[in-house]
């Protein structure tokens, strides 16, 4: 008796004792679940080994440079109150005045001291709150500071920068994930019901699915208190959660009833050993498929976990424990809610179905027509898809920052506000860490950096740089060297000043402002030339720079998730290849199947590209076009489509073993196969649909890509991959299928459990 049969008899005998076990679980989920979205948090992106991390630590260290920032902004709503006159300076020292008494809050950067933080039209002028918080933790900081600040009377005062954005990305991620639930649970209801075609087969699914999102969360609940979690978490794992709940329970329900039926004659009641014997079945075929399933798409995103950064590590971890828990309520919860219901599952039915049968139906019929036309199928369809994944071949890569959220959002709002008053490059400059030979105040070092000064400067992409050898464009490096020279440091207190904030014996720091936000092509070429030892821009000799802030950090995630991700889609090829093996006993259909995958895949990618780069369908999907993808985003979508795709491909090629293994006529397995499973795939994939189309109603951009980059994928991997290039595919190679050579073979026989086909003839 295999362990699938087992866990089937196990589950009809002690059907009231696994419920109740998991009601408990709901029960103590319930309070739980809710408080997951405030216990995860926004960022994710850093990392001690980057670059640009290593200058910003070095001078947080040395110069005490504060970890984060908030800004606080001030536009004037009449045109007479004007950043410089006495009212605009009462109203706005007014409004921050009990700001510096806030928790987490280091000191304050007024605009009255700062001109270059007042607009050339003087209506807008903003302020930096500098806090002792690393930039994930920066929105603890908020708190304490919204409460501080008061209304200013003809002052439009808001918050912008890193903390307001992640707070903002937190309170709108839980909003989005409020509304999806609100589309999706109603549409999964009804294609439910119209599957199964009555009200408590519908129902089933939901519950198991609804379940296990609720534990799900509830864990990652408490898992946030012990490790980081990114807020991206939340809307995944729902989507994960409820899509794959329902979808095993949709493949288990569906099996249950057919087994139920071919041990049923006429109308007569299936008696209990019936019900316990449909049972086990189920358990032993679907109950493995499922298993079998869910693995493939735990390996996918356990492939999340090989990343060191936060975000893409906690969705992994999130992931793998969504789609365990929809594994064991599957094959635990819904075995004995079908054995408590039995025939009862088919009650308060709306239509009549045909369940099972040998017969052709309209799938067997499809595969049959798409296996007598192989080649016409097999060619159209295969361009058909890398042409859909074609715009993927421009794309560009970025870190989200504030236009990824709506433009009434109020972090959005004032990030537009400075961008227009300001230019976007004000807000992210880059940040040298020079370290010299010596002290950076002698003569040597100073004329060394007063030269290098002038060399960034004359580059088009710099537009100023801030540092000790540029306080005042008049003076020359005599000059510099003699302000410097003084033991007790130079007389005049702004110099003084400067020199504290930027230059601690061996090391000090240039600022180069550049016209370009972070995200901009050009800034990345310029960090790219001011890394080049090499190159024209390249530090005077003996001198070492670390390049951080604004491009350089966008250029380091971007590179590091670039440079890890073949090391990710390797584990994920080599585990799926091993896991399909043990299950089909063929070394061709796994390599296959990763084919198909790849290629939904690819279309994917493509489509994200032409909608959310590109720009087209932005006004239907109400989102502004961001320019660029997302770096973390492809690689998500891989790891969760790669797993979601096979799940699909577990469903099918699993009945054509079947019949295979009993008939030995590829051809009729195809058809049979497909008949058995097409309408079950397709129904899977609805609800996936349904649940990830859902998304597309996200306020936050990156949440409506994830959205629907998944029901695109899924969409054209249940229709035009399995139900036209699988045949057409399984046609052309033949009993090549199931190729596996004899010695792997005879080892196979004894060493690994019996296939569906094998438990299913001992079970009748």
Known sequence: MTVFERLGRFAYRRRWWIVVAWAVLLLIALPLAPQAGGALRAGGFVLDDLEASRASALLERELGVPPSALVVVFDSQSPDLLAGTAAFERAAAEAIRDVPAAPHVVSIQSHAVAPRQVSADRRTAYDIVFLDLPADDSPLGLPGVEERLRPAPGLSVQLAGGP????????????????????????????????FGSVIGAGVPLLVGGASVLIALAVIFVLAGLTPMSIFVLNLATLLG??????YSLLLTSRFREELRARTTGEQRPSPAVVEAAVRVTVATAGRAVFFSGLTVLLGLAGLVLFEFMILRSVGIAGAIVVGLAVLSATTLLPAVLAILGPNVDRFAIRSLRVGGESDGRWATLARWVMDRPVAVFVPTLAFL????????????????????PPDVPSRASYDLLARQFGEGEFAPLVLAIETDGPATAAANVAALYDYSRRLAADPRVARVDGIVDVDPRLSVEQYQLLYASPSGPPDRFVQAILDGTTRGALTAFTLTTPYGPNRDEGRALVADLRDRGGPLAPPAGMVVLVGGGAADVTDVVDRIAADFPRTALFIVVTTYLVLFVLLRSVILPAKALVMNTLSIVASFGALVWIFQDGNLSAPLGFQPLGFVETTQPVILFCVLFGLSMDYEVFLLTRMKEVYDRTGDNREAVARGLERSGRIVTSAALIVVVVAGSFAFADIVLIKALGLGVAIAVALDATVVRALLVPATMRLLGDRNWWIPSRLERWVATRLPRTEAEQEALLR
């Open 164 to 195: 307001a954005f992640y707070g903002d990305v937190q309170s709108v991620s839980e909003e989005d994930l409020r509304r999806s639930e609100f589309v999706s649970l109603p549409l999964a209801a009804l294609a439910l019901l119209f599957v």
């Open 242 to 247: 409820l899509g794959l709940g329902v979808d």
């Open 386 to 405: 890398p042409l859909l994944g074609a715009p993927f071949l421009h794309v560009r890569f970025n870190a989200p920052d504030a236009t990824i959220l």
